[in-house]
Nanobody
Framework: VQLQASGGGLVQAGGSLRLSCAAS????????MGWFRQAPGKERVFVSA????????YYGDSVKGRFTISRDNAKNTVYLQMNSLKPEDTAVYYC??????????????????WGQGTQVTVSS
């Protein structure tokens, strides 16, 4: 499956952005979807994930209460609404798809497919 992330950009601290990740397959609804981010010189870290049905969501500690993940299976798209952005949120954001529903969604090694990334820059 191919993933296309979009919606990144430059925003001031306290602002909002919504990232989108469109999947190429109709079987999108069978995949757990996740978002990870990687800042320059740092390792890729977990941001958020959502179950196949959308009934379960997961968040990294640094984004809880500020970010919201959602999915629209009819549109083969997962979203990440990012509010109250901080300079430390600056990173390349990647979406990913996990074909096996019993993997740990917070681990990058659980994911089978990755998008190309979209840059988010938060100015202070």
């Amino acid at each position: 499956v191919q993933l296309q992330a979009s919606g990144g950009g430059l925003v001031q601290a306290g602002g909002s952005l919504r990232l989108s990740c469109a999947a190429s397959r109709r079987t999108f609804s069978n995949y757990i979807m996740g978002w990870f981010r990687q800042a320059p010189g740092k390792e890729r870290v977990f941001v958020s994930a959502i179950s196949v049905s959308g009934g379960s969501t997961y968040y990294g500690d640094s984004v809880k209460g500020r970010f919201t993940i959602s999915r629209d299976n009819a549109k083969n798209t997962v979203y990440l609404q990012m509010n109250s952005l901080k300079p430390e949120d600056t990173a390349v954001y990647y979406c990913a798809a996990d074909a096996f529903p019993y993997n740990e969604p917070r681990l990058s090694r659980s994911y089978d497919y990755w998008g190309q990334g979209t840059q988010v820059t938060v100015s202070s």
